[in-house]
């Protein structure tokens, strides 16, 4: 079996409004069966998930956590409290949240860098798979491809040191490649019973991707999966783990 | 920037003394630049890193927590304990480790899963670093190719469902990617500043793996990173967090 991973190159600066699927397909010739990857960051900008730091007055608790950080800016802390459900760790200074769609990573995945303007703070798209379906959508009128979607961020691990690629949306594909029931030719059962597709899908674009070359698009071609929208498991909100079942939270 | 990530097929049953190097260069071609992921379980049966459980005899924790879990298996958990330095979790029958590598991952690792044969476990090696070392400089001899490598294996997260291929052992390459004091068009420092290189090479190989298909390696071709062996970074020990800097255990 053989993969290929393509990075989308010379992608202009992204704004809202601007439509992606066109901007990407102008660039890059997609084909049925592959899957396209998209940073958080551009899809985010699309949708205008921008907040101008001047336009924030930081409430009392945000005032609080920042004088505790010694120093953090206020009014970046009124939003990623904004966009976060629960407080999943605050100490030293760092944020680690789960937000409103479930996820945990820093500071509710709200981003100074690359925001495309001074003074300004990136947020995560309200509803990632719809991102991803929207793209999806896109692409199938516009490049005349079925195209599975991944939408991706940069979140930090527990235990591990560095940052990995994971899938905030997704449309067309499982995120889950469940292997439960089959076993080995000892007649064990497999001991990994799901495999996170579309996060190591989201790891493998970032090789390509780079975050200074503004490349935030790839695209994966090879992989034999078949591509459905049953609204089922076509949802990155599959990874998340009830706080039940939880042991880390 | 175009990648390629090509399964090395076709090898057969690993057996203790297997010549990992030589098998896989006499069914792939691999060129200087290459990266070389394997399978633990295919290092681990090269070493000899397989129990018999017949020879195994629980002691009084392990039979304690196989009767506190319902029917564990004692002889299993005596193993898991055997590798294990630090029990980060044992709930409902769960248990999360941490190896003496410093890895977190359930059962350390430990899996009776394609063992090879009945009543057996498999034990991560004792130093995979020192494994991944031992093929990158074996396939310098065979291949005449300067390949880095890297000994994955599949964990669990924190907070997110599935399993996600990692690296535990890495050769010739540096674990991190490091972007600090790299600063975006409008002159904020990046937000994300050590990516998980190996890590995302790990979980971008399994793509190819597969659980059932005796895929154990791939190869990553077209990265073009510096390979050294400096003894500095070249270790997955880098992505051991500290316990101090940790907020998750």
């Known amino acids: 079996m053989k993969l290929e991973i393509v990075g989308v190159d010379g992608l202009p600066e992204i704004r809202p409004g601007d439509d992606l699927a066109r901007l990407i397909s102008e660039r890059a010739t997609l084909h049925t069966g592959d899957v396209l990857a998209v940073a958080q960051k551009i899809v ?78 990136v947020l995560l798209p309200v509803d990632p798979d719809g991102s991803a379906m929207r793209i999806r959508k896109a692409l199938k009128e516009i490049a005349k491809a079925d195209v599975a979607v991944i939408v991706t961020d940069t979140f930090g691990r527990a235990w591990r040191e560095g940052h990995a690629n994971m899938a905030i949306g997704i449309a067309g594909l499982s995120a889950l490649k469940r292997y439960a029931g089959q076993y080995d030719p000892q007649g064990y059962e497999l001991r990994v019973t799901e495999i996170a597709i579309a996060d190591e899908i ?25 591509f459905t929208d049953s609204g089922g498991e076509e949802t990155a909100r599959e990874y998340v783990r009830s706080a039940e079942r939880d042991l880390f939270r």
Chains 1, 2 share one sequence.
């Open 44 to 121: 985010s900008k699309t949708e205008n998930r921008i907040v101008r730091l001047a336009d924030v007055t930081p409430g009392p608790r945000a005032l609080a956590m920042a004088e505790e950080a010694g120093g953090k800016d206020a009014r970046i802390l009124e939003v990623v409290l904004g966009e976060t459900r629960k407080i999943v760790r605050w100490t030293r200074g760092v944020l680690i949240s789960e937000t409103h769609h479930g996820f945990v990573c820093a500071n509710a995945g709200v981003d100074r860098s690359n925001a495309g303007e001074q003074d300004a703070v």
């Open 202 to 226: 989201a790891a493998a674009t970032e090789l390509v991707m780079g975050k200074l070359d503004r490349c935030p698009a790839a695209i994966v071609r090879g992989l034999h999966l078949e």
